[in-house]
């Protein structure tokens, strides 16, 4: 167990529709990362906050935000879901010091129909 | 260009044997180097991290970068069945923004 928490684990929908995945970091780590992992892309960095500023981004849709709360958990928001936005998405969370190591959730799998 | 190459696999092995991992990055700026492994439907863990290049072993886990060559590598001594998993490198250079590799399925066969 990595500390970091995600939720939900599944979540089934449609197309066209707007979903809200939920991660809590590890107890005080700054740094919050999301992924999507899909099979033919591998694992792709979206998005960094770190203590509620954004950081860092990647290869995010507009489609897609995110936020970091005040106390440090964050949502990744999904809108106008397409099929191809089905993958797994990971939230990751890292030390002040020590940003490199990064410690992974067990991910949200999303499905759009 | 993708930042980070990896050989997908699949790789099966005896027990016992040596695993020889690799990747391939294109960016000489990247300074840490990582690799992680992910069990099925689980998030990725962990397993070493190099800054720079040189080895850096871990019990029966070696890892190596040769910046030179932009090559990265993970060495698996005495495999062991647990040990099959995907295995993905991971690469930074300001703990910002990471590449990972798409990932080598690793199979180890009793």
């Known amino acids: 167990d990595s500390g970091v928490t995600q939720t939900p684990k599944h979540l089934i929908t449609a197309t066209g529709q707007r979903v809200t995945l939920r991660c809590s970091p590890r107890?005080?780590?700054?740094?919050v990362y999301w992924y999507q992992q899909s099979l033919d892309q591998g694992l792709q960095f979206l998005i960094q906050?770190?203590?509620?500023?954004?950081?860092a981004k990647g290869n995010i849709l507009e489609r897609f935000s995110a936020q970091q709360f005040p106390d440090l958990h964050s949502e990744l928001n999904l809108s106008s879901l397409e099929l191809g936005d089905s993958a797994l998405y990971f939230c990751?969370?890292?030390?002040?010091?020590?940003?490199?190591?990064?410690?992974f959730g067990p991910g949200t799998r999303l499905t759009v129909l | 260009q993708k930042e980070v190459e990896q050989d997908p696999g699949p790789l099966s092995v005896p027990e016992g044997a040596i695993v020889s991992l690799n990747c391939t990055y294109s960016n000489s700026a990247f300074q840490y180097f990582m690799w992680y492994r992910q069990y099925s439907r689980k998030g990725p863990e962990l397993l070493m991290y190099?800054?720079?290049?040189g080895n850096k072993e871990d019990g029966r886990f070696t890892a190596q970068v040769d910046k030179s060559s932009k090559y990265i590598s993970l060495f698996i001594r005495d495999s062991q069945p647990s040990d099959s998993a995907t295995y993905l490198c991971a690469t930074t250079n300001t703990g910002n923004q990471f590449y990972f590799g798409t990932g080598t399925s690793l199979t180890v066969i009793p």
């Open positions: 107890s005080g780590d700054l740094s």
């Open positions: 190099t800054y720079s290049s």
């Open positions: 906050y770190y203590n509620g500023e954004e950081r």
């Open positions: 990751a969370s890292s030390e002040k010091g020590l940003l490199f190591e990064q410690f």
